[in-house]
């Protein structure tokens, strides 16, 4: 662990933290901490969702309830969330699609925990 909690260019990686993720990360760089977690690719499970000719992408951002400065219970429809998530996956799909053009009919799931706020 690293002591600089003002110095912006300190960060601490701490990797393959999930033993059921693909890939996993806890990164910390000043007073930001973030968990990661990858899973894929795995077979899209609904025939509906399938993409012939490229994979899903899936990004889910949540933060821990008592890192909010006020209190409040967490929803899956959490309006911060959903569009903290959908930028995430906006910035790196392009990237993600073209690593991952192999595996069409896939899906990736990538989540990200935010434990604390400052």
Do not use: W
């Amino acid at each position: 662990q690293l002591a600089c909690p003002l110095d912006l260019g300190c960060h601490s990686v701490k990797m393959g933290l999930f033993s059921r993720a693909d890939g996993s990360a806890y990164i910390e760089q000043g007073n930001t901490k973030v968990l990661a977690a990858v899973y894929g690719p795995r077979e899209v499970k609904k025939r509906k969702e399938v993409q012939h000719d490229r994979a899903i992408i899936r990004c889910e951002y949540s933060m821990a309830s008592f890192s909010m400065g006020e209190r409040r219970k967490r929803s899956k429809t959490d309006r911060q969330a959903t569009e903290v998530s959908q930028l995430i996956r906006e910035t790196f799909e392009p990237v993600i699609l073209l690593i991952f053009s192999l595996v069409p009919k896939s899906t990736f799931s990538f989540k990200f925990y935010k434990p604390m706020a400052v």
